[in-house]
């Protein structure tokens, strides 16, 4: 599990914003992006985060 004081430096690299962690994800709700959480290392990388939205496209 992640560090709460390394979650509260993190920010999304895209908004500069606040991120929640869910799960294995950090979640920026401003964005609706996910990123990764791998072997505890939050992978705070544009390229690597996903969409909140896309499970529910079709
Ligand atoms: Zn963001």
Do not use: T
């Amino acid at each position: 599990m992640l560090d709460q004081r390394l979650l509260d430096i993190l920010v999304c690299p895209e908004c500069k914003g606040d991120i929640r962690l869910e799960g294995d994800w950090l979640i920026c709700e401003k964005c609706r992006l996910k990123y990764p959480v791998r072997d505890g290392i939050p992978i705070m990388l544009v390229d690597e985060a996903e969409k909140l939205d896309e499970d529910q496209e079709s």
